[in-house]
């Protein structure tokens, strides 16, 4: 079911991160934390709400999923769009058919403008199929957020994300335990948020001193 992009390795001079985790792992506040420390971060989900929003985009998902997806303003009901594709594999393929590439040619250039920049020291990229489409081979470093699944559960319920849609969504992914045996550090996140801010800064000055930055 996964979409085949090659790893192509990073081309750029400068290093690319690759965020893994759960959902409500917390994979967003630790991009964050790079963010304060001089890097860009490339958030998939972002780039893909914004995908959603135009003409283009929103007629093709119209065309394979219904008009029921649209909402009374004439947007794509995310929320919906969501309950119809992750009941069904073929039609998650779908939707990563028409949604994925796009993404990823944008991310790529995102990542030839910020290796532009001098001020950027290094390029985050907050993907939640950073594995499944075949982008961690394109990372020089790959970080694992580790959580307990009853603190994920606590955070995406209050974002309206029930513990059952996590258990319906993950099964559609590559499971967590392939994940962090991938990753090269990992981050717990199941403490304080102080914890969280010691542990990305050690990791990134890991990072930053062995490229000899």
Known sequence: MWLDYPAVGNIG????????????????????????LGCKVIDADKIAHELLGGKTIKEKIVVSF????VDSKGNIDRKR????????????????????PLVMKRAEVLIEQYNRQNQVKAIVLDMPLLVEIGWAGRCDKLIFVDCEQKIRADRAKKKDFGKNQIKIREKFQISLDNKASLADNTVENNSDFSALVRQVADIFSDIMGKRGF
């Open 66 to 69: 219904g008009r029921d997806v």
């Open 81 to 100: 769009l969501g309950e119809i594709v992750f009941s069904d594999v073929d039609k998650l393929s779908l939707l990563n058919g028409i949604i994925h």
């Open 13 to 36: 001079d400068k290093p690319i991160i690759g965020i893994m985790g759960g959902i409500g792992s917390g994979k967003s506040s630790v991009a964050v934390e790079f963010v304060k």
